[in-house]
């Protein structure tokens, strides 16, 4: 009897038991998606199945769910749940200064967070009027062109692994290394980097980082033309990818697509080209379009945006000016540590930058978006005066483009869940938020 | 020596020795994966890591044997030994020198296609009595892979039991004595190394386990030496197709053209020279095997039944019948 009742206990255990109205009602949309389609009377053989990849699956790229209705192993319906990641970085925002909330940024799209760092600094310069010096901007570029290429190193890598080839991811790393090593001789940093600050950039870029950068770029590009050799020729990887997830550009604009995904689909939309930022405008690159809009346009896309990202880098190694990396006021951004260290006055400004920060006027609200490697990043914030902002809203790119999967999903077949997933590329903590 | 203490020792070593190559191909497999992948690899244990294979597998043994809650628990258990014991039997017909041998049946072709396809009974019985979805998705992945290449496989086969003129393993070997049957039957050798490469479930035909997709496909649900044998199964398959191969096209334990150049020999140096040559063009065919799995992507469903049934198999019939009827006009 003891006996019987304990299978019963652990029997029971194996059954879901956690947040069950949110699994009902994840099933109950799964099945209200095409209202055209009757579950029940279709299948009068049962060979429909409920597959349920995620939040802890390999290759959903962090905690992404995907509820998958199969018959056989083609995709019916699906049904995407984000979420699993929030932090409420918008809500933490609203508590601290605008500096204190750089690193909560870093690991927002913790693949590229230079270029994070960078978008939320330019939205505060934005609010707080302040123009930072040239060779801040030049650093800043350098920086944020190498969070993209590091960024795209890892789709590639993972979307290659995703189709079955494992090595790549670990090419593809090779050379993130490299990146991580520039990254700590700049910002300090390997990972989360912050090295933007408000008004300028945190430390300067000295010549052991600008010939490791060099270095760095040269090899890059006899890497991309390996890479391609390997992959773009491959007769396996081509028929994987090829037709795979397609959208039309009418969909990706409805559905707020950016990035490579919409460079994909035929538009040259880039914030780096329509609203210049920085010193955009000054370096030249093109943007790379396709216009099958499938998951092998995307690859080609990214390809060519890591060699422009290259371009970029070299020209502003060409043309980095010599001059101050930060601005020399002391409400509008920390001093140096000269400063701090041998003057009293030195040592109130970073006192004060510290306790109360950058303080934009009061009722002002902007909205400054930069082309990250997702897409488009955007920071909106409200000010109310003093240094926290008021309210803060993120339009990250991952998020938007992640709407986009529910549609190329159906109709595909499992297989191509992992690469499609890989293809655009979301990162989950910039999804989630 | 007596023919039957011969076959008992050449079956106790080919038996002691192909359950160890699975240990050597899994080290092999970290090595040459590290070094195509610019890492290290194991080389901790032991020199050079040679005694990482022990490790692994005493870590199998020390691990938690878990049955999931709802598997149906005999077949759960009964799985993997099926792939093991397939494997081992298989050995039993291919010639590893002149006269080496555990049996030498007149049907020996026929005795491998039959044994060989035995093991996906143990991968598709784990994909379903596991009680997974993903598991039940790689078990009925690996039933539909083994009868597309089932077929090309059987008749890449034939094409070379024609040109033998003999199902027997033994005679099929010595009459590529001068010639390979690589350079008689290219395309049937083609054929083979490709089945073989889905037989065996490894890239680009990995889909029964597809770690990404499937996470481990027919073996999600498995832990402890239950995964060990499907793990070591897997390697010893390798091991097989690589002999296979060998022994279907690249002459066996026969040197190239060797009736033209290689001297006579004592029995027991012809021995040595013809078992160092088996080993060596088995590793070979090992090397190949794991230098695919880590360079290119995987097929998906539709395309690797597209390939079985839309390439390989007619072009199977085609170099079937071509074969037989250049030998009916040579004759």
């Known amino acids: 009897m003891e006996h019987s009742v304990k299978n019963v206990k652990i029997v029971e255990k194996g059954q879901p038991l956690f947040f069950k109205e949110h699994q009902e009602s994840l099933y109950k949309s799964l099945e209200d998606k095409h209202t055209t389609i009757e579950f029940s009377d279709d299948d009068p053989l049962g060979t429909r199945m409920i597959l349920n990849m995620g939040p802890q699956h390999p290759a959903t790229h962090g905690v992404l769910r995907v509820l998958l209705e199969l018959d056989g192993e083609t995709i019916l319906k699906n049904r995407l749940d984000v979420g699993y990641l929030h932090r ?5 925002a609203e508590n601290k200064t605008y500096q204190e ?11 590229s967070p230079y270029a994070s760092n960078v978008a939320w600094c330019l939205a505060v310069e934005k609010l707080a009027q302040i123009t930072i010096p040239e060779r801040a901007q030049y650093i800043r570029m350098i920086g944020s062109e190498l969070a993209r290429i590091s960024s795209h190193l890892l789709w590639l890598g993972a979307m290659v692994m995703d189709s079955g080839a494992i090595s790549m991811f670990i090419w593809t790393f090779r050379e993130r290394e490299k990146i991580y090593d520039i990254f700590d001789q700049l910002a300090g940093h390997r990972f989360t980097v912050s090295h933007s600050r408000i008004g300028g950039v945190a430390f300067d870029i000295n010549d052991s980082t600008i010939k490791m950068i060099r270095d760095f770029s040269a090899n890059l590009k006899k890497e991309i033309k390996d890479w ?8 396996i990887f081509f028929d994987r990818n090829n037709g795979i997830g397609p959208i039309t550009t009418e969909n990706a604009i409805a559905l707020g697509l950016t990035g490579a995904g919409l460079r994909a689909t035929g538009i040259a939309y880039d914030v780096r080209k329509f609203a210049p930022y920085l010193k955009y405008n000054e370096v030249e690159f093109e943007v790379p379009t396709r216009l099958e809009g499938d998951n092998l346009a995307r690859y080609y896309v990214r390809m060519e945006e890591l060699s422009q990202a290259v371009r970029i880098i070299d020209q502003c190694l060409d043309k980095l000016p010599k001059g101050p990396i930060r601005v020399d006021d002391a409400k509008k951004a920390y001093p140096s540590k000269d400063e701090v260290y041998y003057s009293m ?14 303080c934009p006027p009061e009722g002002v609200s902007c909205f400054h978006s930069i082309e990250a490697s997702k897409g488009e990043l955007g920071y909106y914030i409200e000010s109310d005066g003093t240094g926290h902002p008021w309210r803060v809203k993120i339009k990250s790119p991952s998020l938007t483009n992640l709407q986009v999967l529910e549609h190329v999903l159906d109709g595909q077949m499992v297989a191509d869940t992992v690469v499609l997933i890989g293809g655009l590329d979301p990162v989950m903590g910039d999804a989630d938020k | 020596m007596e023919p039957f203490t011969l076959q008992m020792i050449v079956m106790g070593t080919a038996l002691f020795m192909l359950l160890n190559s699975a240990a050597i191909a899994v080290y092999l497999e970290r090595r040459v994966a590290a070094f195509i992948q ?5 080389n901790r244990v032991g020199p050079m890591g040679l005694l990482q294979p022990i490790a692994d597998v005493l870590k199998l043994i020390l691990k938690e044997d878990v049955t999931p809650i709802h598997a149906y628990k005999h077949l759960h258990t009964i799985a993997p030994i099926i792939p093991v014991a397939t494997a081992l039997v298989t050995v039993a017909v291919i010639p590893f020198g002149d006269g080496l041998y555990i049996t030498n049946i007149n049907v020996g072709a026929l ?22 979805k993903y598991s039940l998705l790689g078990g009925l992945r690996a039933a539909a892979q083994m009868i597309s290449y089932e077929l090309p496989m059987g008749l890449a086969v034939a094409s070379c039991v024609l040109l033998a003129g003999s199902l027997n393993m033994v005679d099929i070997v010595n009459d590529q004595s001068m010639w390979w049957y690589v350079f008689l039957n290219p395309v049937g050798f083609v054929i083979f190394t490709v089945a073989a490469f889905a037989e065996t479930n490894r890239t680009p035909f990995d889909l029964v386990e597809a770690e990404q997709e499937l996470v481990g496909g027919f073996h999600t649900e ?5 995964f060990g044998m499907f793990f070591l199964a897997e390697y010893m398959h390798v091991v097989i197709a690589s002999m296979l191969i060998t022994t279907f096209f690249f002459g066996g334990y026969h040197l190239p053209f060797a009736d033209a150049w290689l001297p006579e020999m004592s029995s027991t140096l012809k021995m040595i020279v013809d078992i160092s040559v088996f080993v060596a063009k088995t590793g070979f065919w090992l090397f190949v095997f794991i230098w695919v799995r880590w360079t290119i992507p995987r097929f998906k469903y539709t395309q690797l039944m597209r390939l ?3 390439n390989l198999l007619p072009l199977g019939i085609l170099n079937f019948t071509v074969i037989a009827i250049i030998l009916k006009l040579m004759n």
């Open chain 2, 38 to 42: 610019n890492r290290v690899g194991p």
């Open chain 1, 101 to 111: 909330f750089m690193p909560y940024t870093d690991r927002m799209d913790y693949l």
């Open chain 1, 228 to 235: 391609n050799k390997l992959l773009a020729k491959n007769r």
């Open chain 2, 222 to 226: 498995y832990s402890s030496m239950k």
């Open chain 2, 308 to 310: 079985g049934w839309h």
């Open chain 1, 345 to 358: 006055e030195g040592l109130i400004h970073d006192f004060m930058m510290t306790d109360t920060g950058v």
């Open chain 2, 111 to 132: 005795y491998l296609l039959a044994v060989s396809s035995m093991s996906v009974y143990g991968v598709t019985l784990a994909g379903w009595s596991s009680n997974s």
């Open chain 1, 88 to 92: 409420g970085v918008e809500k933490i």
